[in-house]
C-alpha cells in the first residue's frame, strides 16, 4: 500500500512517501514559515521527485491533532483536499502516537510531549513491545507536575517539541529522562505513515481535527460569556436584596402590628 503521510501539527512540517512500513522518502522542515506555504510544495516536489503523483497513492494519512490548533486545521484540510480531487481513502492520526514511532529504537516508555501553554504539555505514554509502540493512556493535556509523578521512576525516553521544556522540568524534580536526538525529536510524517497502518481510513468527510481542549480565541469567549453571567447574577442579587430592605422598611414592626390588631378587636367589641 503506497501512503502519502502530511504532519503539520507543530513548528515542523514533514511529508512522506511510503509502501507499507518502508520509507521512500520524506521532505522535513522546521524553518518557521507558515505550512499553508511549505506544506503543498514539499508534497509537489517530494513526488515529482519520486515519479510519483496522488492519482497513484493507495492512502493520504495526516496527523489530526493534538498540536497547533492552525498547524492542525492546515494540515487536516491539506488532506482533505488532495482526497476529494483525486478520490482517495484518507485517516487521520494522533499526533502523540505518531511521535512515538521515532522511540522504537530506544526501547522503554516513550514519552511525547508538546507544548500546550498554560502550563501544560499535550501528552501520552507508549511502551515499545516487539517493537511497535503500545498505548499506555489516553492523549491528555496534563501539567509537567502530574506528568512528574507519573514517570518517576522509569525507564522513560522523550521525544516531540516539548521535550526540551519537559526535560529540564524532569531535571529540576530530580527524574533523569533520555532524550531523543536532534533528527528524532521533531514530529515527522515517517511517523503518521506508520501509525496509518492499522487504522480504517474513510473518506474525505470523515476526517476532523482532534484539539483536545478549545482554543485561546475560545477560551477568551468562554471565560466573557463566564464573567457576564456572573455580574448579571450579582445585579440581580442586589435588586432583590434592596427590594427586600425596602419591603422590611415599609412593613409596621412586630409591635406596631399587634397594637394596631388589638385597637380593631377592641373597637369591634365596643361595637
Known amino acids: 500500500?503506497?501512503?502519502?503521510?502530511?504532519?503539520?501539527?507543530?513548528?515542523?512540517?514533514?511529508?512522506?512517501?511510503?509502501?507499507?512500513?518502508?520509507?521512500?522518502?520524506?521532505?522535513?522542515?522546521?524553518?518557521?514559515?507558515?505550512h499553508s506555504r511549505t506544506l503543498l510544495p514539499m508534497v509537489d516536489d517530494m513526488l515529482k521527485n519520486t515519479e510519483n503523483t496522488v492519482a497513484g497513492v493507495d492512502l493520504i494519512a495526516v496527523a489530526h491533532g493534538?498540536?497547533?490548533?492552525?498547524?492542525?486545521?492546515?494540515?487536516?484540510?491539506?488532506?482533505?483536499?488532495?482526497?476529494?480531487?483525486?478520490?482517495?481513502?484518507?485517516?487521520?492520526?494522533?499526533?502523540?502516537e505518531a511521535m512515538a514511532w521515532h522511540g522504537v529504537p530506544a526501547g522503554g516508555i516513550i514519552c511525547p510531549v508538546m507544548d500546550a501553554r498554560r502550563s501544560q504539555v499535550y501528552n501520552a505514554l507508549f511502551e515499545i513491545k516487539d517493537g511497535k509502540p503500545v498505548r499506555l493512556c489516553d492523549d491528555r493535556a496534563i501539567a509537567l507536575s502530574e506528568l512528574a509523578g507519573e514517570i518517576r521512576g522509569k525507564n522513560v525516553f522523550l521525544v516531540g517539541d516539548g521535550a526540551f521544556i519537559a526535560q529540564e522540568h524532569m531535571k529540576n524534580a530530580g527524574i533523569d529522562c533520555r532524550m531523543a536526538p536532534s533528527n528524532l525529536v521533531y514530529q515527522s510524517a515517517y511517523?503518521?505513515?506508520?501509525?496509518?497502518?492499522d487504522k480504517t481510513p474513510g473518506t474525505a468527510d470523515d476526517?476532523?481535527?482532534?484539539?483536545?481542549?478549545?482554543?485561546?480565541?475560545e477560551r477568551e469567549r468562554a471565560e466573557a460569556e463566564a464573567a457576564a453571567r456572573a455580574e448579571e447574577a450579582a445585579r440581580e442579587e442586589a435588586a432583590r436584596a434592596a427590594a427586600e430592605a425596602a419591603a422590611a422598611q415599609d412593613a409596621p414592626s412586630g409591635e406596631t402590628a399587634t397594637a394596631e390588631a388589638n385597637e380593631t378587636a377592641e373597637a369591634a367589641t365596643e361595637e
Not at 7 to 25: Q, T
Not at 66 to 76: C, D, E, K, L, Q
Not at 191 to 197: D, K, P
Request: aromatic fraction near 4%; charged fraction near 15%; charge should be positive.
Open 191 to 197: 511517523g503518521v505513515g506508520m501509525a496509518a497502518l
Open 66 to 96: 493534538p498540536g497547533s490548533f492552525t498547524g492542525i486545521r492546515i494540515g487536516v484540510s491539506t488532506v482533505k483536499g488532495l482526497a476529494w480531487a483525486a478520490d482517495k481513502m484518507c485517516v487521520g492520526v494522533s499526533t502523540l
Open 1 to 34: 500500500m503506497l501512503i502519502l503521510a502530511l504532519e503539520s501539527s507543530a513548528k515542523a512540517a514533514s511529508v512522506a512517501l511510503m509502501e507499507d512500513e518502508k520509507l521512500i522518502a520524506q521532505y522535513s522542515q522546521c524553518s518557521g514559515l507558515t
Open 207 to 217: 476526517l476532523l481535527p482532534v484539539y483536545l481542549r478549545l482554543s485561546q480565541a
